[in-house]
């Protein structure tokens, strides 16, 4: 049968008992849960852009610091799986998302709380001001850090698989949605990054700055208030406007109990001993088809790509191109200011393209070749990383007497910043499209839309864990700088494009299917 546009059934009424159907959710709803990811990403910006200086600030090392943002890869691996087998399968009254989303928001508040009064609960447990290392404050940073990041995982997870929900199947409407969804991480990260380039906005807050908490510290404490304040307005708002649809697989499986079938949900919790989501998603690595295998093999090799860039944009910036050092002169924190600045302008132009990536898709001829494009566009970014480095060495001045450089030439910085705007354009893209596809490749996968998010979340966590563990040492053994990381990060990223570009399928269209009241299916 040849495939058709995707129609679908009107809900349920007196004159019509035949069918059972959710419709997709209008655009004002979809809007709504995606905003959370602007509250989300706005801590995450900040989490990037200034915790690796910071940690070093506590007297981590550059070698080490790769190990901190273990947590986060590894919580993604765990976490995201659990929390979303347990929403597609909780019964609360306040809904099957929603309980797991302000969970989330809360734990993200005590993280919050925890990596930013780090250095002050640390001096009041004994850490000296005058010892380079402060391991209190370390471990209460490391324990903050960790909460933050299985916070995380508990909102976005459970934020993607509403969306999904509230698609309702609709392929137009989950592009859009996850489209909508990168586009207010756009705006979170903008935020995020305007507020961590500012160095002035401790002065809001002024009880901040105190003795164990410098200028820099106080900065980071106030940029983390103003996270929580804009996350818990936008969930709330999103938690109380939106109420979740009753998925049709629900209505499958009350049916089937009805008439004294078994569901597949129901053999897999029995079958499987201790925690049955990760029985599930075994069983859902077996059922994968070729396309979902390759789909996670491109997001892999997308994400060893990025993660370097991403742990260490900002620290190259204050290194490498403006010649500094940690915790010694002016020339380091302020490269780092600029890479937060670079990062928003990056950030702006991820909104951008975010809104038109369905367009581009057809200009190109499909999602799969647009996203090889871009990873190999992605590829010659971190290359060009190398030029940059060699520009801003050559170009290198001291002032007299002085061993702490002069800001950079205006070409070196201009086109530091500017190869950070470009990277905006492959970064839409990977918050996206992989999302989409994977929601569609998985349908045919029998589990829910939280637990088949989280397959894909495993090609993503697992080289994240692999750079975090290498990226330090490779570094190291190459003189400590951040280029050797980045050079593997532009083969990774130039093997992803191709594999996108020649191995990946295309999706097919929708087909229309009608859900029958009796179980069975019209086309």
Known sequence: MDAKPTTFAKPPSLKDETTSVIEPSPLRKLVLVASIAAGINFGWALQLSLLTPYVQLLGISHTMAPFI????????????????????????????????????????????????????????????????????AIAIFITGFWILDVS???????????????????????????ALFSFFMAVGNVLGYAAGSYDGLHKIFPFTDTKACDKYCAN????????????????????????????????????????????????????????????????????????????????????IAWFPFVLFNTDWMGKEVYGGTVGEGNAYNNGVHAGALGLMIQSV??????????????????????????????????ALTVLITNMAEHTRRF??????????????????LALFAVLGIPLAITYSVPFALASIFSNSSGAGQGLSLGVLNVAICIPQIFVSFVSGPWD?????????????????????????????????PDTTKVKTMDGGLKQ
């Open 476 to 508: 190291a053994l190459f003189g400590g700088g951040n280029l050797p990381a980045f050079v593997v990060g532009a083969i990774a990223a130039a093997a992803s494009g191709l594999l996108s570009i020649f191995m990946l399928p295309s999706p097919q």
């Open 399 to 416: 002032p007299p007497n002085s061993t702490d450089p002069l800001p950079p030439v205006a070409s070196v910085k201009a086109s530091a």
């Open 349 to 382: 132009v991820l909104g951008v393209v975010s809104l038109g990536v369905n367009v581009l898709a057809r200009g190109v001829g499909g999602v799969k070749r647009l996203w090889g494009i871009v990873n190999i566009l992605l590829a010659i970014c971190f």
């Open 69 to 136: 943002w273990l947590c986060g890869p590894i919580s993604g691996l765990i976490v995201q799986p659990i929390v979303g087998y347990y929403s597609d399968h909780c019964k609360s009254r306040f809904g099957k998302r929603c309980p797991f989303i302000a969970a989330g928001a809360i734990l993200v508040a005590l993280a919050v709380f925890l990596i930013s009064y780090a250095a002050d609960l640390g001096h009041t447990f004994g850490d000296s001001l005058q010892k380079k290392s402060r391991p209190r």
């Open 152 to 178: 995380n995982n508990m909102l976005q997870g459970p934020c993607r698989a509403l969306l999904a929900d509230l698609s309702a199947g609709d392929q137009r409407k989950t592009s859009m949605s996850n």
């Open 220 to 303: 980071l404490k106030s940029c983390f208030f103003i996270s929580i304040v804009l996350l818990a307005c936008v969930t709330i708002v999103a938690l109380i406007y939106v109420k979740e649809n009753i998925p049709s697989s629900s209505l499958t499986t009350q049916e089937n109990k009805g008439s004294g079938e078994n569901s597949g949900d129901d053999s897999v919790e029995e079958s499987d001993g201790g925690l049955p989501c990760f029985g599930q998603m075994v069983g859902a690595f077996r059922e994968l088809k070729r396309p979902m295998w390759i789909l996670l093999l491109v997001t892999c090799l997308n994400w």
